[in-house]
């Protein structure tokens, strides 16, 4: 564990835990708090970033990161899609991830600026990623040069965006990278409760609370809002990281047994003493570098693999 990786796990034991042990999420604080603590990585060199929030660019509302020079569009692309339970957290709170994996995948990212809870609850979230998902197809991207990546609530939106497009006979992308997905909205793993305590961002019982502010009346076991609970048969090749000490552990070894169970091709990584979503906090953590570095891989194998497939292998019947 490097110095800046228990640097990080100390400043969340003591700026952002203790808000998760209040027994009433507050929505509008954690939304100030990203909002505060934004900080604007620099674009990449020979990148250019592309912000979309008007209206009209509806629905693909967010961010794309693309090379500055139009002969060097990458034959991949990443949709991205960020933490923040739900309810908090954007685009822009995630540039430090996105750029960092974008520019080791030699990927174009676009980055979607989803609707959040309590506002737009369960299934906005995941409507706008297929629409997204969607859109990029309408605009000739070819499936098969695609992953759908996601940290946190954005790596069970993730999920569940593979599951709703298999289920909806979409066609589907190369891969997913899940980043300490969380996956199970009815907080029923054994971490919630065994690694309480030792998570040094969340408490155990923050994970129930915050499932409610973005399901409102759904039940937690929707298999498109906790993608744990749906049939994984057919949904393409997972990679997946989270950290020891994590309350949300569960729903990641969990969800990879499961996959691997159906017949899903599975890379599950277990990393000793990392914070949630660790890989945030590249490049100042060499740990976040090491996974996003991993990740990366993980990109460029699938969509090559996809890329030297008949097209009549990468279609869905």
């Known amino acids: 564990m490097s110095w800046q990786s228990a640097l990080a796990c100390w400043f969340l034991r003591r700026q952002f835990r ?26 990449p060199r020979g990148w250019t970033l592309r912000e979309q929030y008007r209206p009209g660019d509806a629905p693909l509302q967010g961010e794309w990161l693309e090379p500055a020079a139009k002969a060097a569009v990458p034959r991949r692309t990443i949709l991205y899609l960020h933490g923040g339970g739900y309810y908090f957290c954007s685009p822009k709170s995630h540039r430090s991830l996105v750029f960092e994996l974008a520019k080791r995948a030699s990927a174009r990212t676009f980055s979607l600026d989803y609707r959040l809870a309590p506002e737009h609850r369960f299934p906005a979230a995941l409507d706008d990623a297929v629409a997204a998902w969607r859109q990029l197809l309408a605009d000739g991207t070819p499936p098969g040069s695609i992953v759908i990546a996601g940290d946190s609530a954005g790596g069970g939106l993730a999920l569940a965006t593979l599951v709703a497009l298999r289920d909806a006979g979409d066609p589907m992308p190369a891969g997913g990278v899940l ?76 969800v ?58 990468t279609s869905i019947v």
Not at 26 to 40: H, M, N
Not at 183 to 209: E, H, K, Y
Not at 277 to 297: M, N, R, T, Y
């Open 18 to 43: 203790p808000r998760t042990l209040q027994p009433v999420i507050d929505v509008e604080y954690a939304r100030a708090l990203t909002a505060k603590r934004i900080w604007a990585p620099r674009v």
């Open 256 to 313: 990879a047994t499961r996959a691997r169970e159906a017949g899903v091709q599975v890379e599950c990584e277990i990393w000793p003493k990392m914070p949630h979503v660790w890989q945030i906090f590249a490049p100042f953590i060499p740990e976040a570098g090491a996974a996003l570095d991993k990740a990366a891989a993980f990109v460029d194998r699938v969509t090559s693999v996809r890329a030297a497939q008949p097209s009549s292998e």
């Open 179 to 254: 980043f300490s997905p969380w996956t199970d909205l009815a907080a029923t793993g054994d971490t919630i409760r065994s690694n309480d305590g030792r998570d040094p961002m969340f408490s155990g019982p923050a994970i129930a609370r915050a499932a409610q502010v973005y399901l409102g009346d759904a039940a937690a076991t929707h298999p498109h809002a906790s993608p744990l609970y749906a049939d994984l048969r057919g949904l393409p090749p997972l990679f997946m990281q989270a950290g020891d000490t994590e309350v949300l552990l569960d729903d990641t070894r969990r």
